[in-house]
């Protein structure tokens, strides 16, 4: 199960920790199987306390992974959320114990379709159960316990970072202190689907996804999954924003090419976006992981009445939302307000002006660390968190 | 613990009427000047709601549980009984059904505070009687054409209101011009008085 590591796996795990869980009792996931032994890729900043009360959980979205707040071991980029976590920043290793985990299905270290089963030895691929956002936070919480960590300060993430803290919230009420949930919602909306479903199509249809057996033809859909990525893209984005970094303009030439090379500026953006996703992401991956998203409905999942996921919740929540984001728009953000309300829970909400669409969560925006920094301060004196402690 | 800090005097007669440690809602708590000294010095379990969000992103960045909404639709997502006290602070007025915001209000809250100016004021019927224009005061700022102030009332009105919905009065405080109480027959009262803090519950 462990070995036959892809090129990205092995540098991934060799910059990280890792845990293998589910060896003496497997994981019952939704679909009703039972999976184990299965790893956990994680990664942690900062140092856990005596009393054990400033661990921070962020949850990763979608195509970001646990390497929050260093140089990726594959891409060489920046972290993902440096902006966030760091030292002097809000989230900063002096003062929490902050754990990131690759979430289950993924392909930066922890079991997904890439790995082996361990009844066949034969590669997972499309065989490997599907997996929802609750068997993420439920492999996340069996890390905790492995790792002695009883509760979380705070769990935060956005996208479908901000899922997995509402799932936290719901399923481990008494585990998580405060929750910050930003630009995200209790359930995936139609169009949401809509175009993670012509995403796993531009997949599907490459001749090299083999029915997702291209690891054993040694090959790989690239051209697939490059497709999905420019597509999930344009959603990350906004109409303004895309008009104000591009607008028409041309790619390196004076004049339209009369053809189908990438003449504008904004073809070649996309371009470049999804050839580099395909060097640091798996393809069979992107469909488990997009499934996942598609098939959380918090609601749902409690009788219809999203409140009742929050019914007598002692967590203080914070959530936030983004003006030009239209993926999570702010009145998904709102409906998650209502139920926290009518379930008498502490929380907070804030729409955040900002013409960045959804990858706004991911950007400089001081007005949301303002915010997080003012609520976190607010739950640390609660929680009776010391100042750098 | 430090010294209270200083808040408006309407404020700090609001704050006076809540005993400590239960749990409050601010409707219309603007900066959260009202809410953090009930936080801090009171340790009630405040929370706000406010309507502009500059105000919300300032209280959340201060700390304090606030969310963006309004009185006249979002009281409707509470539970019944939620809060110890539900307040409403100088935003009765400004509301499109202030008679079934009071009502969302006792429903949600054991008690109710509410504050609101005078229009039964000297000043302001001396202004509409002999001076023919639509009054102008100080806590009654607005032009008749840019005032969100849509549903004023007097003191009268509002005791009448009460006894209509059947609401008991536990309190009520009528403050002067400068924020002062002063203790005067109801006549008087309605007459002098600028504004007024009522404390109400449901029979």
Known sequence: MFDDLTDAESKALAQCRHAILGTEQPMRLDCGVDLGPFRMAYQTYGTLNADKSNAVLICHPLTCDQFVAERHPVTGKEGWWESLVGPGKVLDPARYYIICVNVLGHCMGSTGPLARDPATGQPWSLRFPVVTVADMV???????????????????????????VLEWAATYPRRVFSAVPIACAS?????NIAFHEVGRQAIMADPEWKGGDYRQHDTAPARGLAVARMTAHITYLSEQALQRKFGR???????LGFGFDADFQVESYLRHQGSTFVDRFDANSYLYITRAMDYFDLAAAHGGVLANAFKGS?????????????LFPTHESREVVHALNAAAANVSFVEIASDKGHDAFLL?????FRTLSGFLQGAAGARGLRNGS | MSQPSSIRVDLQ???DMVEPGGRALDVGCGDGALLAYLVD???????????SQAGVNACVANGLSVIQGDADTDLRDYPDSAFDYVILSQTLQATREPRAVLEQMLRVGKRAIVSFPNFA?????????????????PSLPHKWYDTPNIHLCSIDDFRALCRDMKVTVERSIVLNRNSRPINLPPLLANLVGEQAVFMLRRD
């Not at chain 2, 004021?121 to 005061?137: A, C, D, I």
């Open chain 1, 187 to 191: 359930h995936h909306s139609a169009q």
């Open chain 1, 138 to 164: 439920r492999a996340q919480a069996a890390l905790l316990d492995h790792l002695g960590i009883p509760d979380l300060f705070c769990v935060i993430g956005g996208s479908m970072g901000g899922m997995q």
């Open chain 1, 364 to 368: 400089d925006e001081p007005e949301m």
């Open chain 1, 249 to 255: 303009a041309l790619q390196n030439r004076d004049a």
């Open chain 2, 13 to 15: 007669l609001i704050a």
């Open chain 1, 314 to 326: 002692p967590t203080r929540f914070c959530l936030m939302s983004f003006t030009s984001d239209w």
């Open chain 2, 41 to 51: 010095f009171k340790r009630v379990d405040a929370r706000g709601m406010e309507l």
């Open chain 2, 121 to 137: 004021h000297w000043q302001v019927r001396l202004r509409l009687v002999f001076g023919g224009r639509m009054p102008e005061t």
